[in-house]
């Protein structure tokens, strides 16, 4: 899908509500760069059959997902960085969890922003205590990879971790 009348795009963001909460996205994954072009990963969940629209707007650029409940934007969340690992590696060559944290996390060129694997350590209360932030991603397991995902969503909101 190409780039989009930006005017028509995203959803507002009822008052008293999170982004992760009204979009049914525990991760806060992006479904849309700024210009209103399809990230990677919303390509491949339009073409599993994955149903979603674009949600609001993010304060660090792009669209977040928004998904029809809360089971979908679990499960889009559980299996993003099984599907993206990949493409990450094509894409950078090499790259470290904590590269690919801060990333994801709005954090990429700047790591006073975003997280990395020692920030969602705090409170994770030992769960990732086995993984190491200098390790490549293509050597993290599944396991682990639910893991970092379900502290991702902690960070991300942990009001609405906590109710999921």
Do not use: C
Not at 126 to 140: A, K, P, Q, V, Y
């Amino acid at each position: 899908m190409g780039v989009r009348d930006l005017s028509m795009i995203g959803m507002q963001l009822p008052e008293g509500m999170s982004h992760a909460q009204f979009n049914n996205n525990p991760g806060n994954i992006k479904a849309a760069h700024p210009n209103g072009q399809l990230t990677d990963y919303a390509e491949y969940l339009k073409e599993q059959g994955i149903p979603f629209e674009i949600g609001t707007k993010a304060g660090d650029a792009g669209y977040f997902f928004h998904f029809p409940d809360a089971k979908t934007g679990y499960e889009a969340a559980q299996r993003f960085w099984l599907e993206t690992k990949d493409w990450m590696v094509w894409g950078y060559g090499e790259m470290t969890l904590d590269q690919a944290l801060r990333k994801y996390s709005g954090g990429g060129a700047d790591p006073s922003l975003g997280y990395d694997l020692q920030k969602l350590k705090e409170g994770a209360d030992g769960r990732l205590d086995d993984i190491d932030g200098s390790t490549n991603i293509m050597e993290i397991s599944d396991e682990q990879w639910a893991r970092i995902m379900n502290e991702q969503t902690r960070w991300e909101d942990v009001n609405y971790y906590n109710k999921i």
